[in-house]
């Protein structure tokens, strides 16, 4: 098995929830959590703390279902040997309830790095969900991707430590994959931008 296809699948516990999580919060369920994380917080510069974007039921939902695509995948683990292989993770050293907690807080690393991004993105006048030209927008592009892979690789630690080569190669295989998977989003009508 490739070593690109090994890290993309060790990834997939965040990326299936990560799309999940996007089709969870545009339906019409649990709506009293679709709430604004800063409660409308408005910051001394008389702008929102994170804006209406950034929702209860967008974080708990990405929490809950990292955690639940974890247990799916520790679960197929157990059950054949092949699969056995595919990620980095042995996830047969880790019991059932505990690929849920490291699953939730692996989920929990990717919400938790997104809301300095957004906070830093309000004080600078770019509005939620949307993005500017030139050369700041590349850069909050790229930022946009790169903050909850972050996240993820240093809660990732909890359960597993990577090696350096690994890191890396997490966290560029963790951007490519959330700037593609962001635009499909895009074209299905999930999200309002691309990136």
């Given at each position: 098995m490739?070593?690109?296809?090994?890290?993309?699948?060790?990834?997939l516990?965040?990326?299936?929830?990560?799309?999940?999580?996007?089709?969870?919060?545009?339906?019409?369920?649990?709506?009293?959590?679709?709430?604004?994380?800063?409660?409308?917080?408005?910051?001394?510069?008389?702008?929102?703390?994170?804006?209406?974007?950034?929702t209860?039921?967008?974080?708990?939902?990405?929490?809950?279902?990292?955690?639940?695509?974890?247990?799916?995948?520790?679960?197929?683990?157990?059950?054949?040997?092949?699969?056995?292989?595919?990620?980095?993770?042995?996830?047969?050293?880790?019991?059932?309830?505990?690929?849920?907690?490291?699953g939730?807080?692996?989920?929990?690393?990717?919400?938790?790095?997104?809301?300095?991004?957004?906070?830093?993105?309000?004080?600078?006048?770019?509005?939620?969900?949307?993005?500017?030209?030139?050369?700041?927008?590349?850069?909050?592009?790229?930022?946009d991707?790169?903050?909850?892979?972050?996240g993820?690789?240093?809660?990732?630690?909890?359960?597993?430590?990577p090696?350096?080569?690994?890191?890396?190669?997490?966290?560029?295989?963790?951007?490519?994959?959330?700037?593609?998977?962001?635009?499909?989003?895009?074209?299905?009508?999930?999200?309002?931008?691309?990136?």
């Amino acid at each position: 098995m490739s070593y690109w296809f090994r890290i993309c699948y060790t990834l997939l516990p965040v990326i299936l929830a990560g799309v999940c999580n996007m089709i969870f919060v545009k339906l019409p369920v649990l709506d009293c959590l679709k709430k604004p994380m800063d409660n409308g917080m408005v910051y001394r510069d008389g702008k929102r703390l994170f804006g209406a974007n950034k929702t209860w039921k967008g974080f708990l939902g990405m929490v809950f279902f990292t955690g639940l695509w974890m247990w799916c995948l520790g679960s197929l683990d157990a059950l054949s040997p092949w699969v056995r292989g595919l990620s980095l993770i042995c996830y047969e050293e880790i019991p059932p309830a505990w690929q849920w907690f490291y699953g939730a807080l692996w989920g929990l690393g990717y919400v938790v790095f997104e809301l300095p991004n957004s906070y830093v993105k309000r004080r600078i006048g770019i509005p939620p969900g949307q993005n500017v030209k030139g050369l700041k927008g590349y850069i909050f592009m790229f930022v946009d991707q790169a903050d909850s892979v972050l996240g993820c690789m240093v809660f990732m630690l909890f359960f597993y430590v990577p090696t350096v080569s690994e890191a890396l190669a997490i966290f560029v295989a963790g951007v490519v994959i959330h700037y593609v998977i962001n635009i499909m989003l895009f074209v299905v009508g999930l999200k309002k931008q691309p990136a």
